[in-house]
């Protein structure tokens, strides 16, 4: 599934993230960079141990933020390190701090001069935040942020389960 937002073009599909061939991919961070599983383990398997000593340096990253690293040995020449929110109810916060993932890897591949690149579906993992509300927010930000970089041609959402990939279609249809 693709549709246009702006001059960019936006992707659902399902797949591993760490296969995609995006100048850059997001991975879904703990705060200490450090690896963790999911979607980080695997990045950080695949990429190899130069992304580890990238994030020691870095030396963490706040839930909400972001920072970048090369992509080791995966395809992509990036990997942009976001922290989403652990779910405890959606009152504290949460809902910020995952939008806030999206705009700021976004901000980061901008400044980076990335034209490509790929989203898992940031907190639905082992942070427990409900998927049908997660994919709501990483669209409608991602759609409403790539206005403010008209450098970014393509983002995708790679989604590693069917029943996440459909999730994420039927939020597309409900923010068309």
Sequence with gaps: MEFQAGKSRVVIKEGDIVREETEAIVNA?????????????AIHRVGGPQI?????????????????TSGGRLRARY???????????GGRG????LASCYRRSLEVASTQGIKSLAFPSISTGAYNYPIEKASRIAIKTVVDCLGNHPEIQE?????????DFAVYQDAVKELK
């Design 94 to 97: 949460e809902p910020e701090l």
């Design 29 to 41: 961070a703990n705060e200490t960079l450090l690896g963790g599983g999911g979607v980080d383990g």
């Design 155 to 163: 983002v995708r959402f790679v989604l590693f389960s069917s029943k």
């Design 52 to 68: 580890l000593e990238e994030c020691k340096k870095i030396g963490g990253c706040k839930t909400g933020n972001a920072v970048i």
């Design 79 to 89: 990997v942009i390190h976001t922290v989403g929110p652990v779910f405890r109810g």
